[in-house]
């Protein structure tokens, strides 16, 4: 037999934003794809149109645009398998509700919401389906001719599947191996709906995946106890010799590991479920997203790729390729995965290190221009090489080096209760002297001088350099101090030193 071609999809229902943990869905996907030369498919599940949200299709497609992650085919993408909208597909569907219905796999049921209701108030743990359905109004226990009546009168209808019982179903998970149910356990699901003439999610997701040639559902753990009915489903079609094979992802956990990851947890420590910033169409709501919150999208990327999975040995910063080298379903756990935001901080800070400077420059430039600072670009790399080091965030690149693009306006309480103590100012200004007539400016040569100098005073080198660092940073913290300077230049170092000279006491 020859193989199969790899074909998975995301199939995302646009209900709001895209959760954390449907990125790492689509991830693995991806992943799994790429490794195995196939096709990456995006398919949007609508056909729930009371849970559809406005701008949700968009927010997610423009969440894999920052994310780097393409589709090979899909929604906003075309291909030979389309269209990928579900509600753009009824047609497709209706003709495999009524197969099911021709062959007696599945039966039309007109029982009103108010007759279920009176129903599960009657039997305890009411579950329609073979010990309850010929006491229920469908077209197995009604006579023909009030079935007919019912339809001639509009009567509006569901579809059920007709479950047999007594059957075992097998589901073959590549990360849980064979989960094997006994189908009595599974109630006559609803597989359409008259009133809007719209699939359910599972006739449309089956239909779909079979349509599509999907041959691996790659998804989250919640969608393990729907697995048996779609395999009965697949069955009932007489698609089994192209059913997908399943692997159901672990569960996302909060960060102290008890229980399921929510949107409160975020909120409660401080960091986004939710790879972009969303703003709730009804309730005007923002909640905050990775990109606004200046992560960069290969930390996530790669901090996401190791909740569940890991690569056999210690290697945790891997780039998408090799990602795509190592991936492997087979040493994905079942058990659920820690979302510990802190090691996404320190991804952060460890792809702003790897990252070309000029790269960084670009994200932090804007920032500069917002504060009114025209600092050439170049002059930016250069700062950003010196400092990038000390930040887990571009963002905060601002408070660890503002004093290379502005002279300090203020100083530092501590630093100068430390170092501005007599005879520090004296230190100072004859420093300044000593720059202001020094033959050469440039770091390299006139700190040997400096150095010299101070010897020859007899002074302290730690004493004299930290208050002429409170003079020019505003804080005893920076840089090599001569790389500051630098960078700032003569005139500029010259003169903040001599206003701190003249703001500051002689002695603190
Ligand atoms: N529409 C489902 C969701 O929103 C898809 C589940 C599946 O992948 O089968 O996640």
């Given at each position: 037999m020859t193989e199969r071609r790899v074909r998975v999809r995301f199939a995302p229902s646009p209900t709001g934003p895209l959760h954390i943990g449907g990125v790492r869905t689509a991830l693995y996907n991806y992943l799994f794809a790429r490794q195995h030369g196939g096709d990456f498919i995006f398919r949007i599940e609508d056909t729930d149109s009371n849970r559809f949200v406005p701008g949700a299709e968009e927010y997610i497609i423009e969440s894999f645009q920052w994310l780097g992650l393409a589709f090979d085919e899909g929604v906003g993408v075309g291909g030979d398998h389309g269209p990928y909208r579900q509600s753009e597909r009824r047609d497709i569907y209706k003709k495999y509700v009524q197969q099911l219905l021709d062959e007696g796999k599945a039966y039309m049921a007109f029982d009103t919401p108010e007759e279920l209701e009176a129903k599960r108030n009657e039997i305890a743990n009411f579950q329609y389906d073979a010990t309850t359905r010929m006491q229920m109004r469908n077209s197995l226990a009604l006579p023909k001719e009030e079935v007919d009546a019912l339809l001639a009168s509009g009567h509006q209808y569901v579809v059920r599947f007709l479950i047999e019982p007594g059957v075992e179903v097998h589901v073959n998970d590549l990360i849980r191996g064979n989960v094997v149910i006994n189908s009595s356990v599974l109630d006559d699901k609803v597989l359409y709906k008259s009133a809007d003439e719209l699939p359910t999610y599972h006739l449309a997701n089956?239909?779909?995946?079979?349509?599509?040639?999907?041959s691996h559902v790659i998804r989250g753990e919640e969608w393990l106890p729907s697995a048996p009915l779609h395999v009965?489903?697949?069955?009932?079609?007489?698609?089994?010799?192209t059913m997908p094979t399943f692997a159901h992802l672990p569960l996302l956990l909060k960060p102290e590991g008890n229980g399921k990851l929510s949107k409160r947890d975020g909120d409660r420590l401080g960091f986004p479920v939710f790879p972009l910033e969303w703003h709730d169409p009804k309730t005007g709501d923002?909640?905050?997203?990775?990109?606004?919150?200046?992560?960069?999208p290969e930390a996530v990327i790669n901090f996401l790729a190791l909740l569940g999975w890991n690569p056999g040995n210690d290697q945790e910063k891997m780039t998408l390729d090799e990602m795509i080298q190592l991936f492997d379903l087979s040493r994905c756990s079942k058990a659920g995965a820690r979302f510990d935001y802190k090691k996404l901080v320190w991804f952060n800070h460890e792809y702003i290190l790897s990252k070309d400077d000029a790269e960084i420059a670009r994200l932090f430039e804007p920032m500069l221009r917002e504060r009114g600072i025209n600092e050439e670009f170049d002059r930016i790399v250069k700062v950003v090489s010196l400092m990038k080091g000390r930040v887990n965030f571009v963002h905060e690149l601002w408070d660890t080096c503002c004093y290379f693009f502005e002279a300090p306006e203020s100083y530092d309480e501590k630093s100068l209760k430390k170092w501005w103590k007599e005879p520090a100012s004296t230190y100072v200004r004859e420093l300044c002297d000593f720059i202001e007539q020094a033959p050469v400016f440039a770091g390299a040569e006139i700190e040997p001088l400096i150095m010299e100098w101070i010897a020859s005073k007899e002074w302290g080198v730690g004493k004299v350099m930290n208050a002429f660092r409170v003079t020019l940073v505003g804080a005893a913290v920076g840089p090599h101090i001569f790389e500051l300077t630098d960078f700032?230049?003569?005139?500029?170092?010259?003169?903040?030193?001599?206003c701190a000279l003249e703001v500051l006491p002689a002695a603190i």
């Open positions: 089956i239909v779909d995946d079979h349509l599509m040639e999907v009965l489903l697949y069955r009932a079609f007489g698609w089994e010799d923002i909640s905050s997203g990775y990109r606004e919150k200046d992560y960069l700032i230049g003569k005139e500029e170092t010259l003169r903040r030193a001599r």
